[in-house]
């Protein structure tokens, strides 16, 4: 793709005006811009689909709350030796 | 530690804390970090023990405390990395950008995007998965983590974040790109590419 239409935007930019629209921040202008680019780049539409494939895996991997947490097990042990220590301090406030 | 608020606030010690810590250590991926956090949650849970009302369930509340520490302490990450340290930012994406794109701006032919196979709900169940995308978060500067972890874990609007973060809304969606791009490469390498 050739840079020098002002409608035409490469890849890099194209790929960052994804992020923004993912999140609804896409001006007039650049929505018009990203429109274009994907109708003739099929590389940017698989990003387009992959980056949302990410949000999807991030929004559940870090957005998880405890209660859809499925938990990761840590040494009773070390637990044990926590809470004690946990105790004392409060016991000094 | 001598009042009535002592003897609740140990008893929920002894039955919450495991539970914390492993959440913690899941949003933090640092066991000392994690041990930190929980121990302030219950300092803070004693010391406003006073405003704590019997409506919510005493985990919801401890949970809410212990996430308040975990976004600070993001945010005290991104702070710390990206404001000092801009110049390896900026190197590190003019790496990114000339590994992934030519000149020109465009795809370089052998990073152009590929399908990707799986669904995103079974491959979070995967262990393996698990390992590789944790391996991929770590791996990215730790500024570019950061903001990260605070776009997505409670859904705030990119304005409240760049305000937060005290960027400019520039700023905030090249980073949020950059860490993208380094992620989906990443995962391309270690994960999708030796499922086709």
Redesign the interface.
Known sequence: MNNKNPFMVSCEIASLLIEKKLANALTMGEKRQLFIHNLICKACRKYEKQSIMLDTILRKKIGANQDSFKGISIDKSLIEKFKLQIIRVLDNK | ?QNAA?QV??EW??IY???M???A???TSHKETA?DL??ET??AA??SYHTFENKSKP?TWL?SIL?NKIVDYHRKCYKDAVVPANKINEEQSTFL?SY??SP????KKEQ?????AGD?EE??DDPEF?KV?ELCLNKLPSGWNAA??L?????K??ASICQELGVT?TNY??I??RA??Q??TC?ETHWFKDKR
Do not use: C
Not at chain 2, 104 to 107: Q, T, V
Not at chain 2, 151 to 155: F, G, N, P, Q, W
């Open positions: 530690m002592s606030i140990k010690v002894e804390t495991a539970d810590i492993s959440w250590f899941y949003k041990e929980v121990q219950f300092i004693f010391l985990k949970f996430k950008l992934l794109f020109d701006g465009n795809w152009q995007p590929v399908d990707w995103s491959m979070l698990n995308l990260i972890q776009k997505y874990i409670d859904e609007d990119p809304t969606w090249q949020i790109h993208k791009l992620l989906r995962l």
